[in-house]
């Protein structure tokens, strides 16, 4: 689909504002100091620490994670290819008094647009399903990341993206072989947000991700599955009642693989 950026990129701009105001996104706790990185994130964070290291955000939505990483002593950079969230995230820098820099480019082309190189390249949750193939994305990967440099990458697990809307029966394939084109009311982050807009979404198997780094020589130190969910971000979701801290599908309690977390190193 060749207008899927054009499309995507308006989806993403009406959906910042609702965000910003949303619960999930607790902005207010946020710019009082709160860390918008999960559990899964700081578990590996504190294995593979990034204060004093050069920080690359891949498709940082407004840059709670990219200002959060930045409150962790990084010296960081998001990239969003929505406008809107780019200035919004300019803003709340300043508001909070930090010194990220966002830019507003396709992370697919940020070669085109920026040059310097990173340590650690984080990305995180809901991102990689709106790029058609993943080949481009390792591509870019490998070429902002400096030698020994670390890719720190959290996603919401493929299977996820097999069942229909309200998470009851499998209806779409593992494998990238089917174009999400979407009409969604609402948001992830509000359900009953006025907001009906199209969206273009592909799902990416394992062996999908692993061979787009793996082909750019990048080395696999670590990765990790996990049975819950952060984020209260699907319907038909329910508290974990086992001390995790977040949801399970209804009915798949444990079942499930809900995310995966992936470190890797250039050489």
């Known amino acids: 689909m060749d207008n899927y950026l054009e499309i995507n990129k308006h989806l993403w701009n009406a959906k910042t504002p609702i965000h910003l105001e949303s619960e999930m996104y607790d902005q207010e706790t946020f710019l009082n100091g709160r860390s918008s990185l999960t559990k899964i994130e700081l578990d590996i964070l504190k294995q593979y620490?990034?204060?004093?290291?050069?920080?690359?955000?891949?498709?940082?939505?407004?840059?709670?994670?990219?200002?959060?990483?930045?409150?962790?002593?990084?010296?960081?950079?998001?990239?969003?290819?929505?406008?809107?969230?780019?200035?919004?995230a300019k803003e709340i820098n300043t508001q909070v008094k930090q010194d990220a820099r966002f830019l507003c480019a396709n992370v697919l082309e940020l070669d085109q647009h920026h040059s310097e190189t990173y340590d650690v390249i984080y990305t995180g949750f809901g991102i990689i399903g709106w790029h058609p193939d993943l080949k481009s994305w390792g591509k870019q990967i490998s070429?902002?990341?400096?030698?020994?440099?670390?890719?720190?990458?959290?996603?919401?697990?493929?299977?996820?993206?097999?069942f229909e809307d309200d998470m009851k029966r499998i209806e779409f394939p593992y494998f990238n072989k089917h174009v999400f084109e979407e009409e969604e009311e609402g948001t992830y982050a509000d359900r009953n947000a006025d907001i009906k807009l199209k969206s273009v979404f592909w799902n990416h198997s394992l062996e999908e991700v692993f061979s787009s780094l793996l082909d750019q020589q990048l080395t696999v130190k670590q990765f990790k599955e996990y049975d819950?969910?952060?984020?209260?971000?699907?319907?038909?979701?329910?508290?974990?009642?086992?001390?995790?801290?977040?949801?399970?599908?209804?009915?798949?309690?444990?079942?499930?693989?809900?995310?995966?977390?992936?470190?890797?190193?250039?050489?």
């Open 143 to 162: 070429h902002f990341l400096k030698p020994g440099g670390h890719l720190i990458f959290i996603e919401f697990h493929p299977v996820v993206w097999m």
């Open 228 to 267: 819950y969910s952060p984020f209260n971000c699907l319907n038909n979701m329910v508290a974990c009642d086992d001390g995790k801290p977040g949801y399970y599908v209804k009915g798949y309690e444990g079942k499930l693989p809900m995310v995966y977390s992936l470190v890797c190193q250039k050489a």
């Open 49 to 88: 620490p990034v204060a004093g290291k050069k920080v690359l955000h891949l498709q940082c939505h407004f840059g709670q994670d990219t200002i959060s990483l930045q409150r962790m002593g990084a010296k960081t950079t998001g990239v969003d290819f929505s406008d809107v969230a780019i200035q919004k």
